[in-house]
């Protein structure tokens, strides 16, 4: 039995209400949103940036989910074979399509693409989400004039492949050697030991023809270190592996089940001069070496990647709190007065304290990617024209966001799962593939405890500079201020001011910063090298870096508050929530605004008190504010999250298509259950 994925599709009515109108809602939630006190479609087109951009997306959404072409039966019960086979099918529909569609604009492809793909990877993400953009930074103008319409045609299909069997975060101990032949005026690719075979690359298993390799340059004898060469792997008439070239799918994964994760080895391969990417870097004819003018631009793929992953963790814990919150206005548990209906679980405070942190959580992270794709956009133009200058704030601030939103954002995926009892540890209820969609981001593109360290780095230097009375980057000008004494509040009323709510976050950065680099200082000091100063001061360090980009959600939250238009009754939600996920991280961490002295047990007393008071607000808008997501079901992929609210119909119509109920007997029984169970002599 094959059940159709989506087959369950309709007009939207008006744009104002975008889901299908369903036959009937599940009353509680209906007396959820009858409840609300804000319109969440105000809230929709604030977090889209406008009305017609809410339109403008719901409309790309839609021409995927209405599309027959792009209909399957539920990935949840294909196995990897199938599910490989139908994201590469589904991948090629994609990109006619968006043809056909005329979707040009790079923010409309992105849309219909993740609607295409629901809770699936997309077959060609690497193609797009790496290949492209390092051709597109590393190439220069004659080469991006030949590759990107190769690429953007698809007339190559690549993958960016960086990562070894020994190596991944220690990129200069990369050992796949491109060594210069000046006779010939070719790369000589080569894999010297096991442990060098390229490992992990997306879409490099089966579907790559191309790959971005990045290999150490070696010219005139001389070691130059880490370069990107264009490199195909694979024919182009009948996709076999070209000579030299070893290739294949590293097996099952945790996740990513739809993914070709790759190995790929070379043997002496030879490529021309022109294929290492030279927009930074050259080799003359005559193995001349050209250097960057920045040493580390060679990394900018990865620095791009970064702060796209700051939206999607946004979007998954966003798809998490939807699932969660809506179930638990729907679902009904333990009789608290007899013969009166057991209570939804969303009114206990347990249930509460496990949401709304995360619910707070998606809605800061959502403004932070903003705010940080902003910034990408203003360094990107600056380093087009040849200014290196930000770079490495950019480096800091992208790599340490990302570990930081990644932790809490898959924290919370598992989280909101728990939170919904048996029923969430179903495929069904969409977290599985969620969370294991999630979870990688933890370790891919920089793993995160490296990354935390990488921003450490950055602000111990900052801390350098701003003891020295030098002029700072804005987003760490905190770094040169003074201490505050003690925080000022002394009734609740004033911790619910935003201001002072940063100033306390701003407070505890600047102390671990300053208290990790004096730690550093005193490791030193004692004739400690460099390197075991660094790991001796490791926890001081982390928790530094963790510190500065928890200052730099809330900041970034209030000030989205403070600077954007908005309605009295979205204004008022939204600072309840900014006050929840500030007051609930200082409870969270009370240790560190403790420690010093900053904070007293009466003012965390009324830390802890605020929060209490503040689910009321949160718990009668929560449905609403989740229902602003505006997560069509096609997209959630959640039978538990359904718009309507009709979770156990859902459910049973979903389980009875697993494909074990195929037939009423199963072949297992008359293999083995039978002779079992009938046989007189049957010995275990
Ligand atoms: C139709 C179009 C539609 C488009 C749709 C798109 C759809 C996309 C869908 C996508 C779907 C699926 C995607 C799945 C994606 C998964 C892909 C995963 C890919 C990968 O994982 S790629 C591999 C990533 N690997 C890493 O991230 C490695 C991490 N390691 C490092 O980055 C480095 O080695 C390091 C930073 C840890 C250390 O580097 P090292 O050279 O040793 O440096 P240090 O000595 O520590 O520091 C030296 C100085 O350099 C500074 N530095 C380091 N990095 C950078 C940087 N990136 N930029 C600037 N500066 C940097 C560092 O701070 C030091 O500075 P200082 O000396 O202190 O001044
Ligand atoms: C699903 C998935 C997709 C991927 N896709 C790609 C791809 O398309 N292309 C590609 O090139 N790569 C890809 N990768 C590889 C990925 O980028 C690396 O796995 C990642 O960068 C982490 O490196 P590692 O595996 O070497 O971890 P390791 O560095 O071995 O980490 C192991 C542990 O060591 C710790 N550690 C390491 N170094 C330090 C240090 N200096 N200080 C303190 N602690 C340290 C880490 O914190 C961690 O706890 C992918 C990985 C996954 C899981």
């Known amino acids: 039995m094959i059940v159709l994925f989506n087959c369950t599709c309709a007009v939207p009515t008006t744009m104002d209400s975008f889901h299908p109108v369903p036959v009937k809602v599940n009353p509680d939630l209906q007396k959820e949103r009858d409840a609300a006190l804000f319109n969440p479609v105000e809230l929709t087109y604030l977090k889209d940036g406008g009305k017609d951009k809410t339109e403008r997306r719901r409309r790309c959404e839609l021409l995927a989910i209405n599309d027959p072409d792009l209909q399957h039966k539920d990935i949840s019960f294909m196995a990897r074979n199938e ?15 968006i043809k056909e569609h005329r979707l040009t604009n790079m923010e409309e492809k992105q849309l219909y693409i993740s609607a295409a793909t629901q809770y699936d990877t997309y077959g060609f993400g690497l193609h797009y989400g790496m290949f492209l953009p390092a051709l597109s930074a590393q190439c220069d103008e004659e080469q991006r004039n030949y590759w990107l319409p190769l690429a953007e045609n698809l007339k190559i299909l690549g993958t960016y492949a960086q990562t070894e069997l020994g190596h991944g975060t220690f990129i200069r101990g990369l050992e796949t050697t491109a060594i210069y032949d000046p006779k010939t005026e070719e790369f000589v690719l080569h894999t010297p030991t096991l442990s060098a075979l390229k490992w992990w690359p997306g879409n490099m298993g089966k579907t790559a023809t191309h790959a971005v390799v990045l290999a150490q340059l070696y010219t005139n004898g001389k070691s130059y270190g880490l370069h990107p060469f264009i490199v195909q792997l694979r024919s182009l008439e009948n996709h076999q592996p070209l000579p ?70 946004a979007y998954s814990l966003s798809q998490a709190v939807t699932i969660a919150v809506r179930y638990s206005a729907v679902r009904r548990q333990t009789e608290q007065i007899k013969g009166v209906k057991e209570p939804q679980i969303l009114d206990y ?34 380093m087009n024209d040849g200014n290196m200058e930000s770079l490495s704030e950019l480096h800091a601030l992208s790599a340490g966001l990302k570990a930081f939103t990644s932790y809490v954002g898959n924290e919370g995926i598992e ?48 801390a350098t500079t701003a003891k020295r009375g030098l002029e700072l980057p804005r987003f760490v000008l ?56 660094w790991n001796n001061c490791h926890m001081y360090l982390l928790k530094a870096a963790s510190a500065h980009c928890h200052f730099y959600v809330v900041q970034t939250f209030v000030k989205y508050i403070n600077d954007t238009e908005m309605s009295d009754a979205v204004r008022d939600i939204l600072t ?21 002295g900053y904070m007293n047990g009466n003012q965390l007393d009324m830390v802890q008190s605020l929060v209490g008071k503040l689910l009321d607000k949160i718990r009668i808008n929560a449905v609403a504010l989740v229902d602003a997501f ?45 002779p079992l169970m009938q046989s007189s002599k049957a010995k275990l």
């Open 349 to 382: 405070r347990t249930q509460q304290l496990k949401l709304f942190p995360y619910l707070a959580a998606a809605y800061a992270f959502t403004f932070t990617s903003f705010v940080i794709t902003g910034r990408y956009i203003e360094v990107q133009n600056e």
């Open 244 to 313: 030299g070239i070893t290739l294949g799918d590293i097996g099952p994964k945790l996740g990513f089940h739809s993914f070709d994760n790759g190995f790929l080895g070379f043997d002496h391969v030879r490529i021309p001069r022109r294929n290492m990417l030279m927009k930074y870097s050259q080799v003359s004819p005559d193995g001349f070496y050209i250097k960057p003018i920045h040493a580390k631009l060679t990394y900018s793929t990865m620095v791009e990647a970064r702060v796209t992953l700051v939206s999607d963790i």
């Open 576 to 596: 309840s929530l900014c006050q929840f996920y500030a007051l609930h991280g200082i409870w969270q961490n009370a240790g560190d605004f403790l420690q010093d």
């Open 478 to 533: 905190y770094l040169s201020q003074r201490q505050k004494g003690q925080c000022p509040a002394r009734n609740e009323s004033d911790l619910l001011d935003h201001g002072l709510l940063s100033d306390a976050f701003e407070h505890r950065a600047r102390r671990l910063v300053i208290e990790a680099a004096q730690k550093m200082q005193s490791n030193i000091g004692k004739g400690n090298p460099q390197h075991v100063a």
């Open 415 to 462: 989280v909101c799962r728990l939170s919904c009892g048996g029923h969430g540890y179903s495929q069904a209820s969409g977290f599985p593939e969620l969370y294991t969609l999630t979870a990688p981001i933890s370790t891919f593109e920089g793993e995160n405890t490296v990354m935390l360290l990488q921003t450490a780095r950055y602000l111990m230097k900052c």
């Open 630 to 674: 505006d997560f069509r079901d096609e997209i959630l992929c959640s039978k538990l999250g359904k718009y309507d609210g009709n979770v156990y119909e859902a459910m049973y119509e979903w389980a009875k298509n697993s494909p074990l109920n195929k037939t009423e007997v199963h072949d297992s029984y008359n293999k083995y259950l039978r």
């Open 83 to 97: 599910r490989y086979s139908n994201a590469v099918r589904k991948a090629v529909i994609i990109a006619r399509k």
